[in-house]
């Protein structure tokens, strides 16, 4: 007779977790900044396989010496092996173009604070069934290739934002710098985010129990931050392989080749390995502390209302504690009144009698 098979049954939890999960499907929200021309939309268009701008109009020079940072947010439905993904790229055109980039960075941080507020005001509800996650889970900023390090307008950002959000730093166009020059400008990017006490997403460590394989690839994406990276909408025939690259005169620059660019490994870990902790990590650490500065004051104004509430009240107690004297103290003045009112009467009477007296005195001597 076979043995019985006395198992409960949660082992199939994650089964079912993973079916609602997958029936449901997946929100991701990512924030793309950085200044005109660095090739933003090619990057996203590449990590994601659309074409998110077709339609986009680039701004002549003398249009941008003006023109103010805006929000732009696109969403498209990604499905792949019947796993669903509501992908929206929240992009800041107009980001640094301007004169003065001094208010740049206050149109990211609004519109941060915004989708936090909002998911707030939606999770403080009464219906909490179908609440819209839109807040933003990753921010890509673009680093120039030119130059040796971090800019000014740079570090005033990311110190605004590395609070709110994940921050992932990209060197755009790497393909113009060499080997070396990539190395000491990542060096120094690096350094200058210490010497600021900026924090960018901090990969999280491996289980013991991972495989050797999962680690390896783990190190490979933290030694390669900040990441540089080459972006290409067009697809070239390379002896007969299709590549997606750029052609120069020289030679042809494979955006999937780790040789030529750590496109692969950024988009590694944003779809493949590190998405949900992105989210988690903004949902644990970002929104949290929101959410608490948003509870402190609230609490806060209560206790300011109630104590106004409290100084009303003994306001008006001391106005009529103040009325009431007033009332007695007009009364006693009333009654002063009438006794000398009185008295004055009983001296004219006193006086009347003593006339009389002296009258009547005159009269019988005579």
């Not at 998405?275 to 509870?295: G, P, S």
Request: charged share 30%; proline share 2%.
């Amino acid at each position: 007779m076979a043995d019985r098979d006395y198992s409960i049954g949660f082992a199939t939890l994650p089964e079912q977790h993973y079916r609602k999960s997958v029936k449901r499907g997946f929100q991701f929200t990512l924030m793309v900044v950085g200044e005109t021309g660095l090739g933003k939309s090619t990057l996203i268009n590449s990590l994601f396989l659309t074409d998110l701008y077709k339609n986009r109009v680039i701004p002549n020079v003398e249009d941008r010496v003006e023109k103010t940072t805006k929000v732009e947010k696109k969403t498209l439905d990604v499905e792949e092996k019947g796993v669903k993904l509501r992908l929206s790229i929240v992009d800041t055109p107009g980001f640094g173009d301007a004169i003065n980039a001094e208010e740049s960075w206050k149109v990211c941080t609004a519109y941060i604070d915004e989708q936090y507020r909002q998911y707030f005001a939606d999770e403080s509800g009464l219906n909490r069934r179908n609440i819209q996650d839109n807040r933003v889970h990753c921010c890509l900023y673009f680093v120039p290739p030119y130059g040796h390090s971090l800019r000014q307008m740079d570090l005033e950002l990311m110190r605004r934002l590395h609070r709110k959000v994940n921050i992932v730093v990209v060197i755009a166009k790497a393909d113009t710098l060499t080997q070396n020059e990539l190395k000491v400008l990542k060096e120094n990017i690096l350094n200058d985010l210490e010497a600021n006490g900026i924090q960018t997403y901090q990969f999280p460590d491996c289980d013991s129990d991972e495989d050797e394989e999962f680690k390896r690839q783990d190190e490979e994406l933290k030694a390669s931050v900040p990441f540089a990276v080459v972006g290409s909408n067009t697809i070239l025939d390379i002896a007969g392989k299709k590549v997606r690259g750029r052609q120069y005169p020289w030679g042809v620059v494979d955006v999937e080749n780790p040789a030529h660019s750590d496109f692969c490994k950024l988009r590694t870990m944003l779809i493949s390995t590190h998405m949900q902790d992105l989210k988690d990590t903004t949902q644990d650490v970002h929104y949290e502390n929101f959410r608490a500065q948003c509870i402190s004051q609230i609490a806060q104004q209560g206790l300011r209302q109630e104590r106004g509430k409290l100084k009303r009240d003994s306001i008006s107690s001391q106005s009529e504690s103040i009325t009431e004297t007033d009332r007695l103290l007009l009364q006693k003045d009333e009654e002063i009144r009438r006794m000398q009112d009185m008295l004055t009467q009983m001296q004219e009477k006193l006086k009347t009698t003593h006339l009389t007296d002296l009258k009547k005195e005159t009269i019988i001597d005579v």
